[in-house]
């Protein structure tokens, strides 16, 4: 029989989790002393304690050592499921690494471009008002375009483009994202009741790429940066407002209307009184 002291030596275990692992039933001493509550152990429980040691230095739960210590078929398959969970898990911190480099590095550069005409198969999101999520609403977004992306396929349809949304007012204050995929060659086929296909027309447009994953911070940040910008003779029409993510960053467009056909109080002149960049 074994100490708890030598016990602990031999297996690398510290005293205060042996005393856990026997609170929870993972690793039970052999005999414990009545009067003193002394814990001994045996020789053959360090095989146990081994095989405990190394399944917590990869980072597997309790839970799950104790069903692969109690059944050691189990180690196999419980082994590859952990492996898959850490995999996910790193891939995870890279993009978070990746992002906070690139969060970091990032300088606001608005551009002014050429907006392009486009013919685009759409479709709305869900309305959503006070309950807004942006992870809930960019994976709907994400699942809209796809769908669309299959349904342009099976016309035969060409894509022309990135797909992007455009927040689309509803009912009661709530608001819809129009999901755009651009698409070429398009015909008359008919589509399911909810579905459009659209012309957009071209123009010119400032945009901005602001990094990491959709955010109402970078939405914001992206939306006063564009209202802001200088263009002469031009102001930026809200309700052109696109967004697309890609590459590791989301892009915000504005289309630029002729100041002769801004309305009164719109949003381009409290964009000026705000003063430039």
Partial sequence: MLPISSFSELTGLSRKALHHYHSIGLLVPDHVDEDTQFRWYTVDQIERAGRIVALRRVGM?????????????????????????????REEQDRALAEAHAVLAWEPRVEVGARRARTALTGLTAEEGEDFDVSRSRAEAQALAELLGALARERGWRADGHWW?????????????RVCVPVTAADSS?????????????????????????????????LAHLLRHEVEGMFADLGTLRQSEHDGAVEF?????????????????????????
């Fill in 190 to 222: 008919p589509l399911p009741s909810d579905v459009e296909l659209v012309e957009y027309g071209g123009g010119t447009e400032v945009r901005l790429a602001v990094p990491g994953p959709e955010s109402l911070g970078g939405f914001t940040v992206a």
């Fill in 61 to 89: 739960s309790l839970d799950s050592i104790r069903r692969v210590v109690d059944t050691p078929d189990l180690a196999p398959e419980a082994l590859r499921r952990h492996a898959e969970r850490l995999r996910r898990e």
């Fill in 165 to 177: 949304k455009a927040l689309e007012p509803g009912t009661d204050g709530r608001a819809a994202f």
């Fill in 253 to 277: 467009s504005v289309g630029l209307r002729p100041l002769a056909e801004a309305p009164c109080g719109s949003a381009r002149d409290a964009a000026a009184e705000a003063g430039p960049t």
